[in-house]
C-alpha cells in the first residue's frame, strides 16, 4: 500500500505538447513537492504546496507549472514541453515538522 | 544562500570494504541534517537525521555524526555489502522567507562488487 504513487510511470511527449504528471499521497500530510533528478544536480525543488489550493515556486520553476486540487493530489504540469524537460520526476510528501520527505517511485519523461 | 555538498560523485569498492561519503554545508545556525538513500527504479528514502552538534544519526550500519565546527556529516559504513549499491544524498533542511524546504547535494553512487 504504497503511500506515495505517480502516473505515469513513463511519458514520452513531443516538443511543444502538454504533459501533465500526476501524484497521489494517502499519508495525509499538508506539504507535497515536485522534484527533478538530474545527473550532476541531484534533486531540485520545481514546486510545492503548503495544502489544497496552494501553490508555490521552488527553485526551478521556469516553464512548469503546478495544480494542488485537493490534499491527497499534487500535479505537475508542462504546457509546451522542451527537450530540456527530459528528466526523472520525483513527487514527495511531507509534514513539514522535521521536513523528512516521503518520495514516490518517480516519472521517467523522454521529449522528443 | 543554504547547499550542500557532495564530493565524490561516484565510489565503486568490494563487499567488506569501509565507505566513507563526504558531506559539507553551508547554513547558519543549526540545520536538520539527513541521509537519504534511493535504490534502483525507486524514490529517495530516509537513512536517518541529526539536528545537534556532535548528535550521530545511524540506520541499517550505516552512521554520520553532525560536526558544526567542521560543517560537516559524513555518512560512513565499517563494511559494506553488495545490497548497498544504491546512490546516497545528503540533504539539509532549510528555513527560508518562502517555508521551509530540503536541499540536497548531488548525490553519491556507491557501487559495491561481490
Known amino acids: 500500500e504504497a503511500a506515495v504513487t505517480q502516473s505515469p510511470r513513463n511519458k514520452v511527449a513531443v516538443t511543444g505538447g502538454k504533459v501533465t504528471l500526476s501524484c497521489n499521497q494517502t499519508?495525509?500530510?499538508?506539504?507535497m513537492y515536485w522534484y527533478r533528478q538530474d545527473t550532476g544536480h541531484g534533486l531540485r525543488l520545481i514546486h510545492y504546496s503548503y495544502g489544497a489550493g496552494s501553490t508555490e515556486k521552488g527553485d526551478i520553476p521556469d516553464g512548469y507549472k503546478a495544480s494542488r486540487p485537493s490534499q491527497e493530489n499534487f500535479s505537475l504540469i508542462l504546457e509546451l514541453a522542451t527537450p530540456s524537460q527530459t528528466s526523472v520526476y520525483f513527487c514527495?510528501?511531507?509534514?513539514?515538522?522535521?521536513?523528512?520527505?516521503?518520495f514516490g517511485p518517480g516519472t521517467r519523461l523522454t521529449v522528443l | 544562500g543554504d547547499s550542500v555538498t557532495q564530493t565524490e560523485g561516484q565510489v565503486a569498492l568490494s563487499e567488506e570494504d569501509f565507505l566513507t561519503i563526504h558531506c559539507n554545508y553551508s547554513?547558519?545556525?543549526?540545520?536538520?541534517l539527513f541521509w537519504y538513500v534511493q535504490y534502483p527504479g525507486e524514490g529517495p528514502q530516509l537513512l536517518f537525521r541529526a539536528s545537534r552538534d556532535k548528535e550521530k544519526g545511524s540506520s541499517r550500519g550505516f552512521e554520520a555524526t553532525y560536526d558544526k565546527g567542521t560543517t560537516s556529516f559524513h555518512l560512513r559504513k565499517a563494511s559494506v555489502q553488495e545490497s548497498d549499491s544504491a546512490v546516497y544524498y545528503c540533504a539539509l533542511r532549510s528555513y527560508g522567507s518562502s517555508g521551509n524546504k530540503l536541499i540536497f547535494g548531488i548525490g553519491t553512487l556507491l557501487s559495491v562488487k561481490p
Open positions: 547554513a547558519s545556525g543549526y540545520p536538520t
Open positions: 499519508n495525509n500530510h499538508n506539504n
Open positions: 514527495a510528501s511531507g509534514t513539514g515538522n522535521y521536513a523528512e520527505q516521503f
